[in-house]
């Protein structure tokens, strides 16, 4: 009887939707439920509230169809990603060889801030993989097209160039001094690059429907040479990285989170939550505190943008996978690990870790395997019988340090009735493991660089 027990409990039953959108059934889920964070998580203190929206936002798009660019924009930054150690690269003004980092770039979403005295609101990306925050800049000496007018710092009255001498310019992982005024180069790993002079600007945000809280001299990149594909959705980069010129750390608020709601939601839009409005009551119940999962951030000081996590193990369905204990462990080098990313659609694990998820959901699923690469874009998928309504899949938990993160169905299995597949929403990772953005719909992801840990809280994010 125990044993048939814990093989149901190891189990979900999904409910296919008219378009192949999977949810949990709730009368056989033992998913954690949904916070009402109006009630239990956040309350107004100090720090502000933005919208994101998602860079595929108002296109007339199929579902396949978004889910395919979301696919092949992740495999990309996945590559850049993996392209992060320092590398030799040319100067953009010399033949000089210089040693220049790589950045990751191409996110998801897309928030809208403004710049300067008076203000003029643009969008930009919105990246946890980089630390810069930049724009393009007049005068230009080569940019793309973007959806708003180009900045043009003589029209702003709090517009002020940064010092060769002055700490942000040495916090700035490549720079030089040209003319007293201290300029950047960052790349992004497939030869695209912003070129341009550091400065410091007041910068505004906030609701459509509400104030905008304004901050005067964050410093940001005014670009006047932008180059390469990837960032043409918005006017330039807002990095959310652990490091010095992030937005987080200037901001000397050192927490933010975001909640993403279910990519099959087309109407609704992410929320960005910066200072205090990022933090967890301390009131929440005993029963809501047991649904925060945290976890400690591992320090990588080759990469210290980046939000690595400690992750230990995985279990499918009722088996703790046979996993080497070092598989996600930094190495020496810099080199390995588990980063959390905004940016990336879906999870990227270590390869001998992805064969062994394979192998375990190859054994559980009781649906034969089909190859849908060249139509969905993942690796392991299996036929929907027909005119199913209710599939079974094994569950999923990721063991972080401190942390087993229970994942609902929705949050890794991908359904398409069209093609009559569902498939698992990972794929086989190259250096560096990543817990992408799908794994993370419905949970408000909070990022303490005071505490240094990240939390998971189960939330309705289109409730926000």
Known sequence: MASMILSWLSFVLITLGVLGAL??????????????????????????????????????????????????????????????????????????????????????????????????????????????????????????????????????????????????????????????????????GDSSSTDGILATETFSFGEEDSSDVSIPKISFGCGGDNEGGGFNQGAGLVGLGRGTLSLVSQLKEPKFSYCLPSVDDTQSTSTLLMGSLASLNSSASSSDVANIKTTPLVKNPSQPTFYYLSLEGITVGGTRLPIAKDTFTLGDDGGGGLIIDSGTTLTYLAEDAYDAVVKEFTSQMELPEKDAIDTVGLDLCFKLPEDATKVEVPKLVFHFKDADLELPSENYMIADSDVGVICLAAGSAGDMSVFGNYQQQNMLVLHDLVKETISFVPTKCDQL
């Open 23 to 188: 949810f949990v059934n709730p009368s056989c889920s033992t998913s954690r439920r949904a916070l009402d964070l109006h009630d239990h998580g956040l309350q107004v203190q100090s720090g502000f509230k933005v919208t994101l929206k998602h860079v595929d936002s108002g296109k007339n798009l199929t579902r396949l169809e978004r889910l395919q660019r979301r696919i092949k924009r992740g495999r990309k930054r996945l590559q850049r990603l993996n392209a992060m150690k320092l590398k030799s690269s040319t100067s953009p003004d010399s033949h000089t060889q210089v040693e220049t980092p790589v950045h990751a770039g191409l996110g998801e979403f897309l928030m809208t801030l403004s710049i300067g005295t008076p203000a003029k609101s643009f969008s930009a990306i919105v990246d946890t993989g980089s630390d810069l925050i930049w724009t393009q800049c007049e005068p230009c000496k080569q940019c793309y097209k973007q959806p708003t007018p180009i900045f043009n710092p003589k029209e702003s009255s709090t517009f002020s160039k940064v010092s060769c001498t002055s700490e942000l310019c040495d916090a700035l992982p490549s720079s030089k001094c040209t003319n007293k005024s201290c300029e950047y180069y960052y790349t992004y």
